[in-house]
């Protein structure tokens, strides 16, 4: 019965948080209409069958939430650096990465990361050989890149979703 | 009377503070669009605007209209939710596009098709 009316809890309840912020209120009324859309849309949501995200060790999405704000931050004063330095014989360059992680939910989830820190984008995801593409803007050390993305990001991404 | 008079001084001047330091992250990520060489340089840019600059405004926000209501506001979390997780689309389009283009012409600045895509 809960299953049927409550198919997807967390993003009920995540929508409500998100009507309660918008409306800036706490009132019985906005908690009613809220809960009436966390459930509505969560229904239309699984008309499209999405795969389910099983989400294991969930403190270490904290973690790694942390982690990421660090890198942001750090990487937004090395970029600003290069943008006013002018630095002309920087180098950037393209690096695969053969992944291990193979879930869609942790794949999105890279790819938030590395686009939103600045200085590395993603460019290509190759889902029959498992390798990623991405462009670093200041490339000193290939391998090093390869190995902070594996260590900082990809290993607790493995636990969390796969 | 503008919200500015209605802010007690010490609240003005972080609001100051914090807007110009997003204002100046923004501007360093246009300017970087101006003076990077490649398009795939380019692209690296404009994140300091949604990341750094956006969070510089939105506390700059959070913090006055907290202030001037007396009770905590913090509904601009939701637009960093939102650019957060929205960004990496228009980005990752615009990248993919480009490699494309790149390799059909046959460039070498790009690494090729390893498998079968």
Known sequence: MIRRWLPYPILSALLLVIWLLLNQSVAPAAILLGTLLGIALAKVFGRLRPPKARVRNPHLLGLLFARVMLDIFRSNLAVARIVLRRERGMHSGFVAIPLALTDRHGLAVLACIITSTPGTIWVNYDSTANVLLIHVLDLVDEQGWIDTIKQRYERPLLEVFQ | ?117
């Open chain 2, 1 to 117: 009377m503008s919200h500015l008079d209605a802010l007690p001084p010490w609240a003005a001047i972080t609001v100051a503070v914090l807007v110009l330091l997003g204002a100046l992250f923004a501007f360093i990520g246009s300017l970087g669009l101006l003076r990077l060489k490649n398009f795939y340089q380019r692209v690296h840019a404009p994140t300091l605007g949604t990341t750094l600059g956006t969070f510089f405004m939105l506390a700059a926000s959070i913090t006055c209209f907290s202030v001037l209501h007396g009770r905590p506001i913090f509904n601009e979390i939701l637009i960093g939710v939102f650019l957060t997780l929205t960004t990496p689309i228009t980005l990752m389009l615009l990248v993919r596009a480009a490699l494309y283009r790149d390799r059909e012409e046959g460039s070498q600045d790009v690494p090729q098709v390893t498998t079968s895509e």
